[in-house]
């Protein structure tokens, strides 16, 4: 199992350019999550999943764009990147519900350094 | 999602007892409480989760007094690997919200030898 993997590691863009960050977990999760972390300060919700097909958005969306087309594949997509943006992105997984106790731990990837010029 | 509040940070030395208490005022009656450690360059890893009294595992154990405005992670015996960020969460496991995480700045907890 490699769990919850991300892609890239480590990305530079210019101020207008856009990309896409990939997620993908091999639980079987049917939740899913895109965090971004600052210098120096917890994770804020970007936007999450609960199922195939669905998205919501979370307490920083605006300027990221998200499809989960494949219940194990969660895509981050920044239209025209800014400065701002600038930060390290977690993606994370669970199971969402169910009868194991712990059906609510979010399993987090590697992360993802993007810095934009 | 209730708001916690938790130190900054935290000092310690190997081999002693480290309680990171958590204030959450405003815990509703759904909301779980759970903690979640992170070290430098990696994402957060699950440590212990709970709703009332204690909760007990391989690596910490949990208080929750009976009016839940509070909890208190407990950690025995801390190494210099046990060097991270400490996330205290309050929310609803339910299916309505999402399983939603809110973080705060967490407790940093340095472990000196």
């Known amino acids: 199992n490699a769990g919850v993997t991300q892609t890239p590691k480590f990305r530079v863009l210019k101020t207008g350019q856009s990309m896409t960050l990939l997620c993908a977990q091999d639980?079987?999760?049917?939740?899913m999550y895109w965090y971004r972390q600052d210098p120096g300060m917890g994770l804020r919700l970007i936007h999450y999943s609960v199922g195939e097909g669905t998205t919501a958005k979370g307490e920083v969306p605006d300027g990221y764009n998200v499809s989960r087309l494949k219940k194990q594949n969660f895509l981050l997509g920044l239209e025209s990147a800014a400065p701002s943006q600038t930060s390290v992105y977690f993606c994370?997984?669970?199971?969402?519900?169910?009868?194991?106790?712990?059906?609510?731990?979010?399993?987090f990837g590697p992360g993802t350094r993007l810095t934009v010029l | 999602l209730a708001k916690t509040t938790q130190p900054i940070s935290m000092d310690s030395y190997e081999g002693q007892e480290v309680n990171i208490t958590c204030s959450h005022n405003n815990i509703a009656t759904n909301d779980y409480i759970t903690w979640y450690q992170q070290f430098p360059s990696q994402g957060p890893r699950f440590i212990i989760q709970g709703y009332k009294t204690k909760v007990t595992n391989e690596v910490a154990s949990l208080f929750i007094p009976a009016d839940r405005k509070s909890s208190t992670l407990s950690l025995p015996r801390v190494s210099l690997s046990d060097t991270a960020v400490y996330y205290c969460l309050v929310g609803d496991r339910g299916k309505n919200q999402g399983g939603k995480l809110i973080f705060g700045q967490g407790t940093e907890l340095s472990v000196k030898p």
């Open positions: 639980m079987n999760h049917e939740y």
């Open positions: 994370a997984s669970s199971l969402g519900q169910g009868r194991v106790d712990r059906y609510n731990e979010q399993f």
